[in-house]
C-alpha cells in the first residue's frame, strides 16, 4: 500500500501524538515551557523523577539549572561558588539520582587528604583562577574505580570539609584516550525505584541506590526502536522512518495494530487539527533540509565547500536583518552581528566588507583553507553564505567577549596574571599553528587583542586568521599595500610591503605589552611620545623601568613569580618588537617560552610542596595534588616538544624574507638593554 508523503506524515504524527498522550496519562506534567521531557521525568507530584520547572521555563534541579536530560544521565550547572555550605551536596544525592564517578567534586577547608583525583591540579587552578576565595584552598574528591560507578554517599560525608565549591564533569571520547571535560558542571546518574518494569522491546538496567542500597532501574528501547522504553511511559515503537504504513496498520512493526487509535485520533477533530498544524511546519522545515542538502551537495561536487551553505535570507532572519542591536563589533575585514539559527544556536556572523575583486572563486578558496584548518586555540568556521553578491562567514560564538574589552574594563572586573598568561600562552600556539603545520602557511596580518577571543572559560580563540592573505612557499615574500591596525603593524612591513611571519611576531609582541600594562596600543590621550604602546614599552623595558607601565590590577596580587613572569613576558615582548625582522623570535619559540613559564608556576608550587614542611596555600589543599601535579607537568612539557618540534614540521615552516632568526644570538643593540629587565 503506497501512500502519498503527506498522508504518510498525517499518518505517523497522528498516531504519535494521541498515543504519547493516553499512554502517559494525565498524572505526570512533563512540559515546561517549550521542553518536553521524556518518562519518567516530569515537573508534578505524578512523576517517578520530579523536576522543577521556573516561570521563565527553566529546567531546574534543587535550584541547580539542568544542562541536559539523557537516557541515563542529568548534566546539571554548578557555578563556582566560595563558601557554599557544604550542606548543599545533599541535594544531588536522592532515591533516585546521585553524582556519577565521572566527576570531580571540588571542596574547600577540607581535614581529610584524598588519595587521588580524575582531574590534574594544574587543569583545576587554571579553570578557577578567576574566582578569589582567599585563603581557602581546594580539595578534589571523587572515584575512578567505584565499582556501581557512582560517587559513595558515605565516603563524601567523611572528607570533613567545610565548604562546597564546584565540580568539573569528565566525559572519555568513544574509542580514543582523549577526554573533555565540562567545568562548573556536574553530571548525575539516575534511575526508578523498583524491579524491572521495560517493555518487552527494550532493554533493563539494573542499578543499586548509592544512597541506600536498594534495587533500581532504567530502560531503553532496542535499536529500531524509539520510546521512553518504560511499561509506564510510552513504551518502545517501531521507528517509523523504517516501516511503511501498511505494515504499522496491520501490527507488523512491533507492538499491536494501532487501528483503534487511528479512528480515535480521526474522530477527535481538536486533536487532529494540531497535527495537521505540526504536519505543515514538519513538512516545511523538511524542504528547507532537503533544499539546503540539496545545494550543499551541489556546491561541493562544484566547488569543495564542505561546510553548511546558508541562504542569504537566513543570515538575514538570524541577525534581525542585520540590526545594529546584534553588532558585536567593527574589524579590518568586516562586521560581525550576533545571530541565531533555527536550531537554536547562537553564532557570530560576519558579513565582510566589499573588497576590490568580486571574484567568488577567491572567497571559496579562502572558506576551503578555513574549513580545513583544526586548532582548539583557534575560533571555528560553521558555514557561510555567498548569495546576493554577499560574502559571510558564520563563526561559533564566544560569549566572554575580547581580550581587549577584559583588559580596558569593558567587560569583567580584570583578568589576574595567571589568567593572562594562559592566554597568552595559548594565542601563541595558535598562531604558531598557523606559521607552521599549514600548507602553505597561513599570516594572518591582524593580530590583535579585539582578534583574540574568549570562550565561557576564558579559553582563547584566535580570530579573523582566514581573512588574511595566505603566505605563499614559493616566493621568498609577498608585496602588497600594509594591511593591519595602526599600533600592531609591523615597521619593517609598512616601510617595504614585505610580508613573512615575523610581521606576526612584531603584533603579538604589541599584544603582550597590552596584556602587562593593560594600556591602549594606541591611545591619543597619553603624551605625545607614549601615544604609540609598542614605542613605550620598548623604553620602559629597555631602561628597566617595566615597573612604571605594570598594569596597578596585577599589583597587589603579585608573589615571587608573578613578578618574574611578568618581567620574563616583558623580556619577550621586547624581542618580538625588535625593528628588524631577522632579531625576532619565530612564533614557534615564542609559544614554547611561554608555555614553559605558563608550566613554571606549577613546577614552583611542587618545590614548596615538597621543600617546606609547613606547607604553602597549596600544598595545604590535600594530597590530591601533588602527585597528579608532577605527572602533568612532565606530560605537558612531553606535549610542547611534540606539538612544536622542529623535525616534525620543518618542512612546511614559511619562507622569510631574511635566514632564519637564531634563538641562541641575541643583537649587540638588544643585549645591553635585557639584561635591565629582570632586575
Keep these: 500500500m503506497n501512500l502519498p508523503l503527506h498522508f504518510r ?69 554548578l557555578v563556582a561558588q566560595c563558601r557554599r555550605p557544604v550542606s548543599a551536596i545533599h541535594n544531588l544525592f536522592t532515591h533516585n539520582y546521585a553524582p556519577t564517578s565521572r566527576n570531580g567534586i571540588l571542596f574547600q577547608n577540607c581535614s581529610f587528604s584524598q588519595s587521588s583525583c580524575l582531574i590534574p591540579s594544574t587543569r ?24 556501581n560507578n557512582f560517587i559513595d554517599f558515605k565516603n563524601l560525608s567523611r572528607t570533613g570539609c567545610r565548604s562546597f565549591f564546584s565540580a568539573i564533569s569528565v566525559e572519555s571520547t568513544l574509542n580514543s584516550s582523549a577526554v573533555s571535560l565540562d567545568v562548573q558542571m556536574v553530571q548525575l546518574g539516575w534511575w526508578v525505584r523498583g524491579n524491572c518494569r521495560c517493555s518487552s522491546n527494550a532493554n533493563c538496567t539494573k542499578i543499586k541506590s548509592p544512597v541506600d542500597g536498594k534495587k533500581g532501574y532504567r530502560c531503553q528501547c532496542f535499536e529500531g526502536f524509539i520510546g521512553d522504553g518504560f511499561l509506564d511511559g510510552s513504551g518502545c515503537r517501531k521507528d517509523y522512518t523504517t516501516c511503511n504504513p501498511s505494515k504499522y496498520l496491520s501490527g507488523k512493526c512491533g507492538g499491536t495494530t494501532r487501528v483503534g487509535v487511528l479512528v480515535g485520533g480521526i474522530v477527535a477533530g481538536a486533536s487532529l487539527m494540531v497535527t495537521v498544524g505540526l504536519m505543515c511546519c514538519f513538512i516545511r522545515r523538511r524542504l528547507s533540509f532537503q533544499n539546503r542538502t540539496r545545494r550543499n551537495r551541489e556546491l561541493y561536487e562544484t566547488t569543495g565547500i564542505t561546510i553548511p551553505v546558508y541562504l542569504y535570507k537566513e543570515m538575514e532572519k538570524a541577525t534581525d536583518f542585520f540590526s545594529e542591536k546584534q553588532r558585536l563589533g567593527i574589524g579590518a575585514y568586516g562586521t560581525v552581528y550576533s545571530g541565531k539559527l533555527q536550531n537554536d544556536n547562537w553564532v557570530a556572523i560576519k558579513r565582510i566588507r566589499h573588497r576590490d575583486t568580486d571574484s567568488i572563486e577567491q572567497f571559496i578558496n579562502e572558506i576551503n583553507l ?91 580563540k584566535v580570530a579573523d586568521f582566514g581573512l588574511s592573505r595566505l603566505g605563499m612557499v614559493e616566493s621568498s615574500h609577498i ?16 616601510q617595504n610591503f614585505q610580508l613573512s611571519d ?55 596580587h603579585m608573589d615571587a613569580w608573578t613578578i618574574s613572569s611578568v618581567h620574563k613576558v616583558a623580556e619577550l615582548a621586547f624581542r618580538c618588537l625588535a625593528f628588524h625582522r631577522d632579531m625576532r623570535p619565530s612564533m614557534m619559540e615564542v609559544a614554547i617560552e611561554l608555555e614553559q613559564l605558563r608550566l613554571s608556576k606549577w613546577a614552583n608550587t611542587e618545590d614548596n610542596i615538597t621543600g617546606s614542611s609547613e606547607g604553602s596555600s597549596i600544598s595545604s589543599t590535600s594530597g590530591v595534588s601533588e602527585k597528579p601535579l608532577n605527572l602533568s607537568i612532565k606530560k605537558q612539557e612531553m606535549d610542547i616538544k611534540a606539538i612544536f618540534s622542529t623535525e616534525k614540521i620543518k618542512d612546511y615552516s614559511p619562507v622569510s624574507v631574511q635566514d632564519p632568526w637564531n634563538s641562541e644570538q641575541s643583537s649587540p643593540s638588544c643585549s645591553s638593554l635585557l639584561n635591565h629587565i629582570v632586575k
Excluded at 578567576?130 to 565499582?147: A, I, T
Design 479 to 494: 608585496s602588497t599595500a600594509p594591511q593591519g591596525t595602526p599600533g600592531y603593524l609591523d615597521p619593517q612591513y609598512h
Design 9 to 77: 506524515t498525517i499518518l505517523y504524527l497522528s498516531i504519535f501524538f494521541l498515543s504519547s498522550n493516553i499512554v502517559l496519562g494525565s498524572n505526570c506534567t512533563h512540559s515546561c515551557g517549550k521542553k518536553i521531557l521524556p518518562f519518567p521525568f516530569g515537573f508534578s507530584h505524578g512523576c517517578p523523577i520530579k523536576l522543577n520547572c521556573t516561570s521563565n521555563g527553566k529546567i531546574v534541579l534543587n535550584k541547580f539549572p539542568v544542562q541536559s536530560v539523557t537516557s541515563d544521565t542529568i548534566l546539571i550547572n
Design 370 to 460: 578555513l574549513s580545513s584548518v583544526n586548532h582548539p586555540n583557534l575560533v571555528r568556521l560553521l558555514g557561510c553564505s555567498i548569495e546576493n553578491g554577499e560574502q559571510i562567514l558564520v563563526y561559533e560564538f564566544m560569549p566572554n567577549g575580547t581580550l581587549s574589552q577584559h583588559l580596558q574594563g569593558e567587560k569583567g572586573n580584570g583578568l589576574p596574571w595567571p589568567v593572562r598568561l594562559t592566554i597568552a600562552a595559548e594565542t601563541a600556539q595558535a598562531i604558531a599553528y598557523l606559521h607552521n603545520a599549514m600548507h602553505p602557511p597561513i599570516y594572518h596580518r591582524d593580530v590583535k587583542s579585539s582578534n583574540i577571543l574568549l570562550d565561557y572559560n576564558y579559553k582563547s
Design 502 to 556: 615575523k610581521s606576526d611576531v612584531y603584533s603579538f609582541g604589541v599584544v603582550l605589552a597590552e596584556i602587562i600594562t593593560g594600556l591602549k596600543a594606541v591611545d591619543f590621550a597619553r603624551p605625545q611620545d607614549e601615544i604609540n604602546l609598542a614605542a613605550l614599552a620598548i623604553d620602559r623595558i629597555g631602561k628597566g623601568n617595566l615597573d612604571e607601565i605594570i598594569d596597578p590590577s596585577i599589583e597587589p
Design 124 to 147: 583545576i587552578q587554571t579553570h578557577f583562577e578567576l574566582l578569589d576565595c582567599g585563603k581557602e584552598n581546594m580539595s578534589c574528591y571523587s572515584e575512578p574505580n567505584s565499582d
